[in-house]
């Protein structure tokens, strides 16, 4: 059990980092305000560029409403040495204090995630806040101004849009650079790495120094060095890339040099910061779609790697069999392929092995795949003839996918004393092989009809038995077609590689046959590969 000791220190540390945020943010509030403050024009309260109302808004989002005293703070002591009087002061600071809380109460409502990842972040962002709750501080601050006879009846439109413009530049603009960078650490997410960073952030730079230092309206050319910015690094690189072309347009601005000179001095302002408005959502918008696309990517992803695996079961231990298989994927990951196989015990002593492949890929071939794998281990329970059971499983495709075909390779396999005895049905598949223990390959079975085609498929039962050192290979045309069209290995080539690896374990195999076939190969495969071998040790099954 805690000590009481122990919580007083717990609760005493919490009350110091509480007071560390608001004396933060009051500093920061202040210093950003002076700033602010010194391009103040039309009034000496008013400006066209506000950024403590991104601030502000960024730390009541990220730690809470209780911070509010620190962004109260920060606007009383910016605005006390405005000569305002007293009681306007107070009527500003409320107005830039509530419309911080307002902001995040909103955002709060609409299940605002800081780190802007999706696209209706940033509209939730824009709107919520950079147009909404600014209002707030715009309409308190300039009736406190009115009321303090600061500015005349007939200003207020012009006083309150300045205002109103200037904060939201401020939450569209500064409030994103200070969520991103405080919930995307450590910003290796996205493709982008740091010498390409560099380089971008200079390109932003150049571009934008540019564009603002020419009377020429060429505003346009900022847009494409920015979506390099927000494609290669995402949020953190629009965020900053923003603040690069804002660190660069109004300062000049502000000194009548540029696209926006020869207006008056809030106007400039204003303008560019309309323009870097635009700029910063542009960017996140971008950023946002990239994260989201990125995301539904990483879960289609997830969903097909745990699909596929739930249809390519992990072998159950067979007494006296050795037993292998290699699953190897062609094309895209988020494509589940209609490759299969299954080993499962059908009654004491007995087994029943599949491989099969279904026609295509993704969604619709996942269903046909389970649809076969669970329509074959229902009929073994009670039918013994591997013809008699893919009989029912083209029943069942032609029944629930009309659309679908699929090739299936089924044996039945009866372990005794001497040796392994199976009963093999093939619809539409590459024919297995039988590896003797002296290295000749037989080839087991008849092809019979692909299943889902017609509804009398030609289907018959093989049998054939397996000496100790024997084994049983079963594939997917993938194997021999790999690379096709430029190569496409015969079954006589197939058997002769087959041949040898006589002698080896069914793990030594399968390796085997996939070096000889595959190894000098282009590392995309043309389909989906399927390898399974059944081999009866040296020692005869019932001696195992």
Not at 253 to 268: K, T, V, Y
Not at 320 to 332: K, M, N, R, Y
Not at 347 to 371: H, M
Request: hydrophobic share 50%.
């Amino acid at each position: 059990m805690p000590s009481a000791s122990g919580g007083r220190v717990g609760t005493l540390d919490r009350n110091w980092t509480h007071a560390v945020r608001i004396v933060a943010i009051a500093g920061v509030y202040y210093g950003a305000a002076k700033l602010g403050l010194s391009l103040a024009f039309t009034t000496e309260s008013v400006t066209a560029i506000w950024p403590p109302t991104g601030i502000a808004l960024a730390a009541v989002v990220l730690w809470g409403y209780r911070v509010w005293p620190g962004v109260a703070l920060g606007a009383f002591l910016a605005n006390a040495w405005t000569d305002v009087p007293l009681y306007t002061t107070l009527g500003i600071t409320t107005g830039n204090t509530l419309e911080a809380l307002v902001g995040a109460f909103l955002l709060k409502r609409v299940d605002f995630r800081a780190s802007l990842e999706r696209v209706r972040d940033v509209f939730a962002l824009v709107v919520l806040a950079g147009i909404v709750s600014t209002t707030v501080s715009a309409t308190i601050g300039v009736t406190s101004l009115l009321i303090g006879d600061e500015i005349a009846s007939g200003d207020f439109g012009l006083v309150w849009r300045t205002w109103w413009l200037g904060d939201m530049g401020g939450d569209l603009v500064v409030a994103p650079a200070l969520l991103i960078a405080a919930t995307h650490r450590p910003y290796d997410r996205a493709p982008g790495r740091a010498l390409e960073a560099c380089a971008a952030a200079l390109v932003v730079g150049g571009v934008s120094a540019l564009v603002f230092t020419r009377d020429i309206a060429m505003t346009f050319l900022v847009f494409p060095p920015l979506l390099w910015a927000a494609l290669r690094f995402w949020q953190p690189g629009a965020a900053f890339a923003s603040l690069i072309v804002a660190g660069i347009a109004v300062p000049l601005a502000e000194e009548n040099i540029g696209p926006f000179s020869g207006n008056a001095p809030d106007d400039r302002l204003l303008l560019a910061q309309a323009l870097v408005g635009v700029v910063s959502l542009t960017g996140l918008v971008l950023a946002a779609v990239l994260t989201e696309r990125e995301r539904s990517e990483h879960t289609v992803e997830q969903i097909a790697d745990t699909l596929q695996e739930s249809l390519l079961p992990a072998l159950p231990q067979v007494p006296g069999i050795e037993t292998a298989v290699d699953f190897h994927a062609a094309g895209e990951r988020h494509l589940v392929g209609g490759d299969f196989y299954d080993l499962f015990k059908i009654d004491d002593g007995n087994w029943a092995v599949v491989v099969g492949d279904v026609l295509g890929k993704g969604a619709e071939a996942a269903a046909t795949t389970s649809l076969a794998r669970y329509t074959i281990r229902a009929e073994a329970v009670h039918t013994r003839q591997p013809s008699r059971i893919l009989q029912q499983l083209n029943d069942a495709v032609l029944r629930q996918s009309p659309e679908q075909s699929c090739s299936v390779a089924l044996a039945r396999v009866e372990l005794d004393d001497v040796a392994a005895r199976v009963t093999l049905s093939v619809g539409g598949h590459p024919l297995p092989m039988i590896l003797r223990t002296n290295g000749s390959v037989e080839t087991f079975g008849e092809p019979g009809s692909l299943l889902g085609v017609h509804p009398r498929p030609a289907l018959a039962d093989y049998r054939a038995d397996l000496a100790p050192g024997d084994a049983l290979f079963l594939y997917t045309d993938g194997l021999t077609e790999a690379y096709a069209p430029a190569r496409i290995y015969s079954p006589e080539q197939l058997g002769s590689a087959l041949s040898a690896e006589a002698g080896q374990s069914a793990r030594s195999i399968t390796a085997g046959i996939q070096r000889r076939l595959l190894a000098d190969g282009p590392a995309e495969l043309r389909d989906d590969i399927v390898v399974f071998v059944l081999r009866v040790p040296d020692s005869a099954p019932g001696e195992g």
